[in-house]
């Protein structure tokens, strides 16, 4: 029982440093738009009434916030919300007296994490995400947001988030706390099967016995592929293991979203993905800017939906950019397109507003990249060699145009970069990595992964 209370501290503190934020020296103000009021109205009345049913008093801070939401403050938003999160924040280090309830918490920070959005980005491609992902996701299925934009910005400009209109949006990155569970079914009551402490202990039980296996497996064959997954921050206490980091709280959460797939079995799942969840693969096809979560496993991608997708990137891609990348477009020629993109390039046929938005540029590489994540797993679990080639060929194409719309998206990189060695093309990997830091020097953990295809090529050297 200490082992999982040591490992649900871990989770909780990992979660509360979820939500990675895009850094931008533009802000701006404008007014706020009809469903933006009303979204902002909602989320008041939601937290002010949950502040007096938990019998708290709101900070002044807090009012002043939406307040300034509902007049189209954003930068106002923005400074409010960093110091409500310092000095509010459930979970933080430090004085605890003047924390939140969680339950108040979720609202005040989904206002919060939208409107710092609007402060930093062009709400021209804010909509536009939301519009597109509202054209393929039916209502009343279940949407699971991951990234900042996944989440917030679907739960600010739905027709209503807690009354779960035009669908339910939850985010599977927050699962692992309970008081998110209860704020969950606060809202949606019995309209959605949601799990309880119980299921939330029982994944946590189940991770660390999974954990504990794959560790002493690598223990005992340290010749075998370690099981011990990238990530799993282990370490020996009293010669037991002890596992956190982020791939551990993902784990947990991957297993609850597992719950609520299974236990919803009337519903559809799509999934805007923020880190990857291992058992999601088999059952994920792409569509529009998101992925499908199927019910079940799927034996393959048929050619027609990754005909669909191909075709609506394409486009996206031209749109924004100006570039129509193809399978025939090599990688020499992808990297060059990059540079090009770089400040103000002359002849440019794509739509200069997105080209200054790093944010919005950050978040389209992202959602990208997902798609061809799903393809390079089906590459490398192909059951025929045509199949193979196929998703190889798919996923190519959607690495490349995740490149163009932003060289530096760290997701992106690294699932590029792994991808060219898996088809163990070492030198165009290299390559990739060295384009991204030149244009790029800031892409976080750059270092390691240029190291990573260093080793892989010294590998390689010695093996002749």
Avoid at 56 to 65: D, G, I, W
Avoid at 261 to 289: Q, R
Avoid at 334 to 356: M, S
Avoid at 404 to 414: K, M, R, T, Y
Wanted: proline share 5%.
């Amino acid at each position: 029982m200490k082992r999982l209370v040591s490992i649900l501290s871990s989770v909780i503190t990992a979660v509360a440093a979820f939500g990675a934020s895009f850094q931008s020296l533009c802000a701006a103000t404008g007014k706020a738009d009809a469903d933006i009021v009303t979204f902002v109205t909602a989320k008041r009345e939601q937290t002010e009434q949950t502040a007096k049913r938990v019998g708290v008093v709101l900070p002044s801070e807090v009012r002043k916030m939406f307040a300034a939401a509902a007049a189209g403050d954003w930068r106002g938003v923005s400074n409010l919300f960093n110091t409500i999160s310092l000095k509010y924040k459930p979970y933080e280090q430090g004085d605890v007296t003047n924390r939140l309830d969680p339950e108040v918490w979720y609202p005040v920070q989904e206002v919060g994490g939208f409107c710092e959005m609007l402060a930093f980005s062009d709400p021209k491609y804010i909509r536009l995400f939301a519009n597109e992902t509202f054209k393929v996701v039916p209502a009343g299925s279940v949407y699971f947001g991951g990234t900042d934009p996944g989440r917030f910005v679907i739960t600010a400009l739905s027709s209503s988030h807690r009354e779960g209109r035009p669908f339910f949006t939850i985010t599977q990155n927050q699962l692992v706390t309970t008081n998110y569970l209860d704020y969950l079914r606060g809202m949606y009551g019995d309209r959605l099967k949601l799990p309880g402490p119980e299921a939330l202990q029982l994944a946590l039980t189940n991770y660390v016995k999974d954990a504990e296996r794959r560790w002493q497996h690598d223990r005992d064959f340290p010749n075998e592929p370690r099981q011990i997954r990238p990530g799993e921050e282990v370490q020996t206490v009293n010669g037991r293991p002890q596992a956190s980091g982020t791939t551990a709280v993902m784990e947990v959460n991957g297993r609850l979203a597992k719950d609520i797939v299974e236990a919803n079995a009337d519903k559809e799942f799509y999934v805007e993905e923020s880190y990857p969840i291992n058992w999601m693969y088999s059952h994920l096809s792409p569509i529009g800017p998101i992925l499908q979560l199927h019910h079940r496993s799927l034996d393959t991608l048929s050619e027609a939906v990754a005909l669909r997708d191909r075709e609506y990137w394409t486009a996206l891609t031209q749109r924004l950019t100006g570039l129509k990348i193809t399978d025939e477009t090599s990688l020499d020629e992808t990297v060059a397109d990059a540079e090009r993109l770089k400040g103000n390039p002359g002849g440019f046929q794509g739509e200069r507003a997105f080209l200054h938005d790093d944010r919005s540029r950050q978040n389209f590489a992202k959602l990208r990249s997902a798609g061809a994540g799903i393809y390079a797993w089906r590459a490398a679990h192909a059951k025929s060699s045509a199949e193979r080639r196929r998703m190889v060929r798919d996923a190519e194409l959607a690495f490349k145009q995740a490149c163009i719309f932003h060289p530096g998206n760290p997701e992106a990189l690294w699932r590029y970069t792994t991808f060219l060695i898996e088809l163990d093309r070492v030198e165009d990997a290299q390559k990739l990595t060295t384009a991204a830091g030149k244009l790029n020097p800031d892409i976080p953990n750059l270092a390691s992964l240029t190291n990573y295809v260093q080793q892989v090529i010294d590998w390689k050297k010695r093996a002749q």
